[in-house]
Nanobody, 121 residues
């Protein structure tokens, strides 16, 4: 059974940084694309960043320029994915979800339970 467990959320002031971690289990990590999505109150869930099984990265326009190319990273040996968030803004406040999908099937997709990130001005 696939499980994704997020950690590292919390409250920070605008301009600050947070590092989210996601521990994955129950899957062959190396053939799974990994990523982070977020959902703010009253809004749809949206992409933040993805890290493919081939190490490619993709970032939402809303975080480009504030998150570096290495902000999302994965450790295949530990089955972990990380999101280093810098220059945080109040509009980054949301529940952040770890996401995974195997490269073998677009329907084989899983989500973590979510973790709160709050950025105060």
């Amino acid at each position: 059974q696939v499980q994704l467990v997020e950690s590292g959320g919390g409250s920070v002031q605008a301009g600050g940084s947070l590092r989210l971690s996601c521990a994955a289990s129950g899957m062959i990590f190396t053939i799974n694309n990994m990523g982070w999505y977020r959902q703010a109150p009253g809004k749809q869930r949206e992409l933040v960043a993805t890290k493919s099984s081939g190490d490619g990265t993709n970032y939402a326009d809303s975080v480009k320029g504030r998150f570096s190319i290495s902000s999302i990273s994965r450790d295949n040996a530990k089955k972990m994915v990380y999101l280093e968030m810098n220059s945080l803004k109040p509009e980054d406040t949301a529940v952040y979800y770890c996401w995974t999908r195997t490269i073998l099937s677009r329907s084989d997709e899983y989500w973590g339970q979510g973790i709160q990130v709050t950025v105060s001005s």
